[in-house]
């Protein structure tokens, strides 16, 4: 239980690491490009300190947008535990943002007994 426990916060953080990499390189690339057509002078510091805020700003964001979507899915009955269903953990296919469910789910394992 404890193995898969953290696989599954493994499997979260990697995937939050992912799209927080994707978006802060587009980002970064998009702030580099005007950045420079206004000041040409602009240093590398200038841009790593956005890069790392960006990268920063994105994770947490992703989580919180997670939780969010996990909260609404509970409310709204789009998830069923263990204790209503006898089975495993079943989310509905048409819940809304359900990625952002599983994800939540799979950074906070002990969410779902709650």
Request: glycine share 0%.
């Given at each position: 239980m404890a193995h898969s426990?953290?696989?599954s916060i493994f499997r979260g953080f990697a995937k939050v690491m992912v799209?927080?990499?994707v978006a802060n390189q587009i980002l970064t690339t998009a702030f580099t490009y005007v950045a420079q057509q206004v000041d040409t002078n602009?240093?590398?510091q200038t841009i790593m300190v956005f890069s790392c805020v960006t990268c920063g700003l994105v994770t947490m964001w992703l989580q919180a947008d997670a939780?969010?979507?996990f909260a609404f899915?509970?409310?709204k009955g789009f998830i069923k535990t263990p204790g209503d269903t006898g089975n495993a953990l079943e989310i509905a296919v048409d819940c809304p943002k359900r990625w952002l469910v599983?994800?939540?789910i799979e950074l906070n394992p002990a969410a779902v007994g709650a």
């Open positions: 426990r953290t696989a799209v927080a990499f602009l240093t590398h939780r969010r979507a899915a509970r409310e599983i994800l939540h």
